[in-house]
């Protein structure tokens, strides 16, 4: 018997109450696919759903000795502690896991200071500033998007994001401000294709195909972005309407480009295992919109489709992530 049949997997992930019916049947039907394809794959899989803030009561029952977390938690549910918060937990009781670390985490979740850690890797982001409505005065780059300084998954981004005007730009940061209790960013809006780019691997980092969205039935600068709704409500003009191009039609020039710039953003991040990078062409120029770690690997995500395009089943897709954590393993890494 192999030491992969030794390891087991322990697979993680939260359920918000706050959510709709929908969104947590929809999570816990992708998880159960991932597990499902871990076990096809020959591993000791087990699946827990942490449904409030006490993750130990979960840590405790499992050996990390002979078990790899498959880390799929998005926060501590029913508590103010952050994404960040659950990475630290596995660590204090002594878990490999998969994903990116406490610090890369966290330090995705400050757009401002993100924005700057990518300025001085010659990453180039777009025109930026953290506003709060008196300042929107001084705000002259139209048209503007705004959004939260400190979340991910496009909470609170719709077509209303993009600002063409001072008026428009001081009550959408309000909005902000009152819907989430942070501070709003306002950025040059770039007007361009969009592309997600995933990379993977530890030594050395792998990028797959390039995913574009495809905004070809937008008439409006406004509609031309992955809203909130594009993400999670099925049935929303958004989400039936933009359609992922896999691969993305780039020529060899721009191909190489957009390639280094994803490598040199990650290992200037800091990343492991894998993560995603949202970046807009304007003008020939790529820009960075935002860093994902520890993104969706659900089976129908563009994540999952430039695997597929690489080859891999989605088994063998989660298989790779969890070889890539238990390199990282006490007992297990010298097998890998």
């Not at 597929?308 to 088994?315: A, H, L, V």
Request: charged share 30%; glycine share 4%; net charge negative.
């Amino acid at each position: 018997m192999t030491k992969q049949f030794l390891l087991k997997v322990l697979i993680v992930y939260d359920i918000d109450h706050s959510w709709d019916a929908v969104e947590i049947s929809e999570t816990r039907r992708s998880n159960r696919i991932l597990s499902e394809a871990l076990r096809k794959e020959g591993f000791d899989t087990c699946i827990e759903e942490l449904r409030d803030p006490h993750l130990d009561r979960i840590l405790e029952k499992h050996d990390p000795r002979q078990t790899i977390v498959f880390n799929l938690c998005e926060g501590l549910p029913g508590s103010s502690h952050p994404e960040r918060r659950v990475t630290e937990i596995f660590e204090h009781w002594g878990f490999t896991y998969t994903g990116n670390t406490p610090e890369v985490i966290d330090l995705s979740y400050d757009k401002q200071k993100t924005k700057e850690l990518l300025m001085t890797l010659g990453i180039r982001v777009p025109d930026g500033s953290i506003l709060d409505a008196e300042e929107a005065e001084n705000w002259s780059l139209f048209p503007a998007i705004v959004k939260p300084s400190r979340e991910h998954c496009s909470l609170t981004i719709s077509e209303k994001s993009v600002v063409f005007d001072t008026a428009s730009l001081k009550e959408q940061i309000l909005f902000v401000n009152s819907e989430l209790n942070q501070p709003a960013l306002v950025e040059d809006f770039i007007d361009g294709r969009e592309f997600h780019v995933s990379v993977w691997n530890n030594g050395p980092p792998e990028m797959l195909p390039v995913a574009e969205m495809d905004f070809s039935a937008f008439a409006e600068a406004k509609e031309r972005l992955c809203t909130y709704d594009s993400k999670f409500i099925p049935g929303s003009g958004h989400y039936e309407r933009i359609e992922t191009v896999m691969p993305a039609s780039l020529d060899e020039w721009l191909y190489k480009k957009l390639e280094k710039k994803a490598i040199d953003t990650w290992k200037g991040f800091g990343c492991k295992d894998y993560a995603r990078f949202d970046f807009r062409l304007r003008d020939d120029k790529f820009y960075l919109l935002d860093i994902n770690p520890n993104n969706d690997i659900s089976i129908d995500t563009s994540f999952a489709m430039a695997a597929e395009m690489m080859n891999y089943s989605y088994g063998q897709m989660v298989k790779r992530i969890v070889m890539m954590a238990a390199g990282r393993h006490p007992v297990f890494r010298d097998g890998y």
